[in-house]
């Protein structure tokens, strides 16, 4: 618990859904996981993670995981629904983009018992769900690693998730017990930050190099570019329709 007695993530398990020692019956070359407690066969864990299939010279793992993280290697072979040594992501932030998602990922990041993901956007429920939870929970420190370094919680941020509930739904349902964490903004600002993010700058950076665009001077400051963009009210008026379009089949909107 926190000084507000608040517990992380995956850390407030009874007893009977922690692991205090390696199941001897399972070894590492059978198919079954060590994971599985041989009273009952339900999974047990080690806070957010899978306990790995080998004894851990706690020393040893301490002393290395000191400077730098360990990731698993991309799980191309082996069980795909072995898990040991895994660790599940305690926070996931969902979205919306533009609205400071970044910032707070790096922000918890920083904390020293916020373990950061191999990458901020592994998009796993959007476009990967079909490669199974094993590629998923490989983008995330490894047991040893994670506890190694007296880790609490791991994450990490798709802010592209939020418009398609089917992926919000399935992120939920797949992922009981982490945080879902959702960002808002002034809808016109975070419009316009979108705006100069998605189409002012790499339009800018594609006229300066100047091979696509004849008679356009090359290498100039922002502002000679500026007068060949859509202006950010051009822009709105050109989606008007379409976003009337869109209130009026969902919402009855004018």
């Not at 609205?99 to 918890?108: A, I, V």
């Not at 995330?140 to 880790?151: D, I, N």
């Not at 665009?213 to 000679?224: E, L, N, V, W």
Request: glycine share 8%.
């Amino acid at each position: 618990k926190n000084e507000i007695g608040v517990i992380p993530s995956f850390w407030n398990a009874s007893d009977d859904d922690q692991c205090s020692r390696y199941d001897s019956s399972s070894s590492s070359s059978s198919s079954s996981s060590p994971l599985l407690r041989s009273s009952n066969k339900k999974p047990c864990f080690w806070g957010p993670c899978y306990p790995p299939a080998h004894e851990i010279a706690w020393n040893d793992t301490i002393q290395n995981n000191i400077s730098s993280i360990n990731y698993p290697s991309p799980p191309n072979i082996g069980d795909p629904n072995d898990l040991s040594g895994l660790c599940r992501p305690s926070f996931l932030i969902i979205g919306q983009g533009k609205c400071g998602t970044s910032s707070l990922y790096h922000y918890l990041a920083e904390h020293p018992q916020v373990l950061p993901a191999s990458k901020k956007q592994v998009h796993y429920f959007k476009y990967y769900r079909a490669r199974g939870m094993k590629w998923y929970l490989s983008h995330f420190p490894t047991t040893e690693s994670f506890l190694g370094q007296g880790a609490l919680i791991t994450g990490e941020a798709s802010p592209g998730y939020l418009p398609y509930p089917d992926v919000v739904h399935a992120t939920a349902k797949d992922m009981m017990g982490t945080k879902i964490i959702c960002l808002g903004r002034d809808p016109l600002e975070r419009t316009y930050s979108s705006y100069r993010y998605n189409y002012v700058n790499p339009a800018i950076q594609k006229m300066k190099k100047g091979s696509a665009f004849p008679g356009i001077k090359r290498h100039q400051d922002d502002s000679y570019y500026e007068q060949y963009l859509f202006s950010f009210e051009e822009m709105l008026k050109a989606e008007i329709n379409v976003l009337r379009r869109c209130l009026n089949a969902t919402a009855g909107g004018d």
